[in-house]
């Protein structure tokens, strides 16, 4: 009896060492490979943001622009679903194709170059889904597997652009299925993303960081009711740009069914609102524009022309992604509520950024950790209410139509439902 329970011991510690032997392994070569395309897109994304501003003249070339985008995915990628296609495929049996990577990676540049209203990380989420599925199948890992496949990807690609190892794993594993964490894909997402972000920083990606002007106020009840206020606007807020967001894309694809027309016509909308509101800020990601908002300065309406903009360009078939701008929509609501509110500007920028990027991901476990390795946890005792009221009273909105809520955010209940 003894003798036996040694040998299912032995058995199953030579298992389990060769199970974690081998995600080590995946995840090392997926930090490195995803890392080091996420890097190169790091410096892309970096030229195109400092040329754009530059020679601001080349703007007037976005319609021309978005007819090279419409003829690349027409071309080579005509049912592409983006980063749906991601999440889709993590719960399916549908296939990541490789050419996702380098389409992702040329348009989303193009967009930024010309000054388009988009992200970034989105499409860092679809590089790196795509590269760690074509790696998984390199290294004929069984397909059964599929999903922490391109959760390692994703985890890896995410931490090296924006520098949160810690959120980029928690982040795969939460968004797919909101209420299940694939923990099983714990292990490889951690390595990746960890490796990825040592990686991106030897390279001289720098890391994202923001610090609160002034110090952390003390914590009391009527600080409480102005973050509980802030929270349930971050809510409405999320709603908000995920109805924009949806509504812009069906009533694109109903009034202009051409492609081409399509995006040629964003473009022209999009230049001719930049002349109406007497800016470029809201092209591109506008980082400087959240840096600026977490320093507390924001103009009233900054987060809603950021939706307007964002909805505009992404809609039509430019590409790019909707994390940071969900970021600039966050901290640019954030600072001007603080200001109504007679509250630190600066520290509500920064509950904005966070909460609002919880309303429209339904992911608030993500959002504390990113709002950790971002500002530090000095202020999280006024980040975490914000973030779940947004969380909750956002209902089951979100920016992509693949991701399901499991249980409810009102009872405990499963409903396994699409967001809307």
């Not at 930049?274 to 092209?283: F, I, Q």
């Not at 600039?328 to 600072?335: K, R």
Request: hydrophobic residues 50%; aromatic residues 14%; charged residues 15%.
């Amino acid at each position: 009896m003894f003798m036996d329970a040694i040998k299912d011991l032995l058995k199953a510690i030579k298992l389990r060492g060769y199970i974690f032997l081998k995600w080590l392994l995946f995840a090392n070569v997926t930090g490195f490979v995803v890392g080091g395309v996420a890097i190169a897109f790091s410096y892309a994304m970096g030229w195109a943001t400092s040329t754009r501003k530059d020679y601001p003249l080349i703007v007037l070339a976005l319609p021309l622009a978005g007819l090279v985008i419409a003829f690349l995915y027409q071309t080579f990628a005509k049912d592409d679903k983006g980063t749906n296609q991601i999440l889709l495929s993590i719960r399916s049996e549908e296939d990541v194709p490789f050419y996702m990577a380098p389409l992702i990676f040329i348009s989303t540049v193009i967009t930024h170059l010309f000054g388009g209203s988009a992200g970034r990380e989105g499409a860092a989420l679809q590089m790196g889904g795509s590269l760690s599925y074509s790696l998984g199948k390199l290294f004929r890992i069984n397909m059964d597997d599929k999903n922490a496949v391109i959760m390692c990807g994703m985890s890896a690609a995410f931490a090296a652009l924006f520098g949160t190892p810690l959120a980029a794993t928690i982040f795969a594993l939460e968004v797919v299925s909101v209420g299940i964490m694939y923990y099983s894909a714990l292990v490889p997402c951690a390595f990746s993303a960890l490796i990825a972000a040592w990686f991106a920083k030897t390279c001289g990606v720098h890391p994202e960081s923001f610090s609160i002007v002034g110090p952390i106020p003390s914590y009391n009840l009527i600080l409480m009711g102005k973050v509980l206020i802030l929270g349930m606007g971050c809510a409405f807020v999320s709603m908000l740009f995920c109805i924009l967001m949806h509504k812009i894309a069906h009533l694109y694809q109903e009034k202009l069914e051409n492609p081409y027309l399509r995006i040629v016509v964003a473009g022209l909308i999009i230049l001719a609102l930049t002349k109406l509101v007497g800016t470029t800020d809201y092209m591109g990601a506008g980082m400087d524009i959240i840096e600026k908002s977490i320093e507390g300065e924001a103009r009233h309406l900054d987060f809603f022309w950021k939706m307007i903009f964002t909805a505009l360009t992404l809609g039509a078939g430019y590409k790019g992604g909707e994390i940071v701008p969900s970021f600039f929509i966050g901290a640019t609501f954030g600072c001007v509520m603080g200001q109504i509110l007679g509250f630190s500007s600066s520290l509500c920028a920064a509950v904005g950024m966070v909460s609002v990027f919880c309303g429209v991901t339904n992911c608030p476990v993500t959002s504390l950790f990113i709002a950790a390795e971002l500002f530090g946890f000095e202020g999280a005792y006024y980040y975490l209410p914000a973030i779940v009221v947004s969380y909750m009273l956002s209902g089951y909105f979100g920016l992509y139509s693949s991701q399901k809520i499991m249980y409810s955010k009102f009872y405990a209940k499963y409903i396994n439902k699409k967001t809307v």
